[in-house]
């Protein structure tokens, strides 16, 4: 059925239409399409799908085109209930997104106005922060500590330090003898590794920062034909605060 239905959302005009739009005549689209027809047949799945007035487009119509995401200002007028009624209603949208994404993949098609994706991301990462945030404000007033659970700074076997979330123990460490947190001794491969990780970063930076330099010295012409900047020099004179070590 998913692979029927990619077939006719992404199959090109009729050819009497295609003809018709070469004399230069309005290009009539037949009365009963199969989008609909095949709409119809999906039964309870048609809430994965998309509208069929949006099948087969390169680009969504005014009319049929989504608005920006809510922001965090915006979701914070609302109450519990709102913010929960529509964390499903986005959840939905964005099952049926990529249910359309994935099936103009399978029929070889562009995937109309893709960043409909990306807004319905950005709105339920705004209801989170304003969860978040009420569930912080409550913790803090009844217990007088954020909801944030702790975190403390681990060391790891191959010398890499990163924040890990405190985590509960049926035994604290004074029975158990074990110190999740300590420092632990690094051979001489960790620190190996280490120096090697260090040197790598260090000629990332390098480069990331002739890039900005580079960046900078395009001119307006540049910009505007998205033209690129010479990629031989003469002498190093010709390109300043460019790196090497």
Same mark, same amino acid.
């Given at each position: 059925?998913?692979?029927?239905?990619?077939?006719?959302?992404?199959?090109? *005009?009729?050819?009497?239409?295609?003809?018709? @739009?070469?004399?230069?005549? #309005?290009?009539?689209? *037949? $009365?009963?399409?199969?989008?609909?027809?095949?709409?119809? $047949?999906?039964?309870?799945?048609?809430?994965?799908?998309?509208? #069929?007035?949006?099948?087969?487009?390169?680009?969504?119509?005014?009319?049929?085109?989504?608005?920006?995401?809510?922001? %965090?200002?915006?979701?914070?007028?609302?109450?519990?209930?709102?913010?929960?009624?529509?964390?499903?209603?986005?959840?939905?949208?964005?099952?049926?997104?990529?249910?359309?994404?994935?099936?103009?993949?399978?029929?070889?098609?562009?995937? #109309?106005?893709?960043?409909?994706?990306?807004?319905?991301?950005? @709105?339920?990462?705004?209801?989170?922060?304003?969860?978040?945030?009420?569930?912080? %404000?409550?913790?803090?007033?009844?217990?007088?500590? *954020?909801?944030?659970?702790?975190?403390?700074?681990?060391?790891?076997?191959?010398?890499?330090?990163?924040?890990? +979330?405190?985590?509960?123990?049926?035994? *604290?460490?004074?029975?158990?003898? +074990?110190?999740?947190?300590?420092?632990?001794?690094?051979?001489?491969?960790?620190?190996?590794?280490? $120096?090697?990780?260090?040197?790598?970063?260090?000629?990332?930076?390098?480069?990331?920062?002739?890039?900005?330099?580079?960046?900078?010295? $395009?001119?307006?012409?540049?910009?505007?034909?998205?033209?690129?900047?010479?990629?031989?020099?003469?002498?190093?004179?010709?390109?300043?605060?460019?790196?090497?070590?």
């Amino acid at each position: 059925m998913l692979r029927r239905t990619c077939y006719l959302l992404c199959s090109k *005009p009729t050819a009497a239409v295609e003809a018709a @739009s070469k004399e230069g005549q #309005p290009a009539i689209p *037949p $009365k009963k399409t199969p989008y609909a027809q095949v709409y119809q $047949k999906l039964g309870i799945f048609q809430q994965f799908f998309d509208i #069929p007035d949006n099948w087969g487009v390169t680009e969504l119509t005014k009319l049929n085109r989504p608005g920006r995401e809510w922001s %965090a200002d915006e979701l914070r007028l609302k109450s519990n209930t709102d913010l929960h009624k529509l964390w499903y209603v986005l959840l939905k949208e964005r099952n049926m997104l990529l249910t359309m994404k994935t099936a103009f993949k399978v029929g070889v098609d562009h995937f #109309p106005n893709e960043e409909r994706i990306d807004r319905v991301k950005m @709105s339920m990462e705004n209801i989170e922060e304003v969860i978040h945030e009420r569930n912080n %404000a409550f913790y803090e007033l009844e217990t007088g500590l *954020p909801a944030t659970p702790k975190k403390r700074r681990v060391t790891s076997i191959l010398g890499f330090t990163y924040d890990k +979330q405190v985590e509960e123990h049926a035994l *604290p460490n004074e029975i158990t003898k +074990q110190k999740e947190y300590e420092i632990p001794y690094l051979d001489d491969d960790a620190y190996i590794m280490q $120096k090697l990780w260090k040197e790598k970063k260090y000629y990332q930076n390098i480069e990331l920062s002739n890039m900005k330099v580079l960046e900078e010295q $395009k001119t307006h012409e540049q910009f505007k034909h998205r033209r690129g900047l010479r990629k031989t020099y003469n002498d190093v004179s010709q390109v300043k605060g460019l790196r090497y070590n």
